[in-house]
């Protein structure tokens, strides 16, 4: 089993910036993408960022050019950095791990945290 821990949300100003942390802990796992979803009130769930192993990226248009997405595998780590934050990017974010562990692929969910862009 593995457990994602994810922090790094709260309140900002538009224009500010916010970074996002997910590690992984548990099981021994092998990485086929990990990243962020999202969702707002009376929103649907969007992708924000994701990236595999190897390190392709794939972000959702709306924060192309504003987040960018790394890993960190030595310590288990996903990292998303939010700069120029908009009203629109207000919601609950979400870390998932798409990994193979114990014979078994299956995805893997953090706790999520709350992003919340206002003036």
């Known amino acids: 089993q593995v457990q994602l821990a994810e922090s790094g949300g709260g309140l900002v100003q538009p224009g500010g910036s916010l970074g996002l942390s997910c590690t992984a802990s548990g099981s021994s796992f092998i990485t086929y993408t990990t990243g962020w979803y999202r969702q707002a009130p009376g929103k649907e769930r969007e992708l924000v960022a994701a990236i595999a192993d190897g390190g392709y990226t794939n972000y959702t248009d709306s924060v192309k050019g504003r987040f960018t997405i790394s890993s960190h595998s030595a310590g288990n780590t996903v990292y998303l950095q939010m700069n120029s934050l908009k009203p629109e990017d207000t919601a609950n974010y979400y870390c998932?791990?798409?990994?193979?562990?114990?014979?078994?692929?299956?995805?893997?969910w953090g706790q999520g945290t709350q992003v919340t862009v206002s003036s």
């Open positions: 998932f791990l798409v990994a193979r562990t114990a014979g078994r692929t299956a995805t893997y």
